[in-house]
């Protein structure tokens, strides 16, 4: 029997288990940063779904941030695969892989928590896992956009890639119109990325609570 504790215990492995393990990357993220950071997204599209009164017919928030929370914790026993070795793989046999994959998670759990093994398996499934596919885009730029700004720039080679893969991904869906707006707004990120001034609001965000004053001029 799988107590809280020994899931938990076995679950916080997740922040020594490491993405992008075959690029080079200046500051490295871990896959408990990556869902922190997928499910804080979440919570952000979901209000802008509310702001453009876009239907949320079928979408239960409180699942939705168990779902981001939950949806790479299978790599904590396979590690992060490789996003050209996961497509690679499912080419060969992908449900092999998802039986694989399952397996891990319900022997991770256990029958005592069953029922987040369940809410694993259907993440990226239906409406709300359209959701949650575009918040992990999201939480991708936020991660490629910092490693550019600390000058990676094999950072800016994804950067430019992504659009077209988010355009992709969702058209005719439920997160279309949020889509267009994330890429919008990479577009304008990306414009700015060689700006002086751009680097200094990312590192020094008081600039934007308390600018400095202009100062006067005196007269002689």
Not at 6 to 15: A, C, F, G, Q
Not at 115 to 120: E, G, R, T
Not at 191 to 208: D, T
Request: charged residues 25%; hydrophobic residues 40%; contains cysteine.
């Amino acid at each position: 029997m799988k107590t809280m504790l020994d899931v938990l215990e076995r679950l916080s492995r997740l922040s020594d288990t490491y993405q992008f393990a075959t690029y080079p990357v200046i500051k490295p993220i871990n896959v408990a940063e990556h869902s922190y950071y997928v499910a804080l997204s979440t919570m952000f599209l979901i209000d802008l779904m509310k702001r453009k009164s876009i239907e949320l017919k079928g979408i239960d928030a409180n699942e939705l941030l168990q779902r981001a929370l939950l949806h790479d914790v299978e790599e904590c026993v396979t590690s992060d695969i490789p996003y050209d070795a996961k497509l690679e793989l499912k080419k060969i046999d992908a449900e092999g892989l998802r039986n694989f994959q399952t397996d891990i998670v319900k022997n991770l759990l256990g029958k005592e928590y069953e029922h987040f093994s369940i809410i694993w398996g259907v993440a990226k499934v239906g409406r709300m896992g359209q959701v949650l596919t575009l918040a992990d885009r999201l939480a991708l730029v936020l991660y490629l956009l910092r490693e550019y700004n600390l000058g990676n720039k094999y950072a800016e080679c994804l950067l430019e890639k992504l659009p077209r893969i988010i355009e992709q991904e969702n058209k005719g869906k439920i997160t279309e119109q949020l889509a267009v707006e994330v890429n919008d707004w990479i577009s304008v990120k990306t414009s700015m990325l060689n700006s002086s001034r751009y680097i200094e609001q990312i590192f020094n965000p008081m600039m934007h609570i308390n600018p400095e004053p202009e100062m006067k001029k005196e007269g002689l």
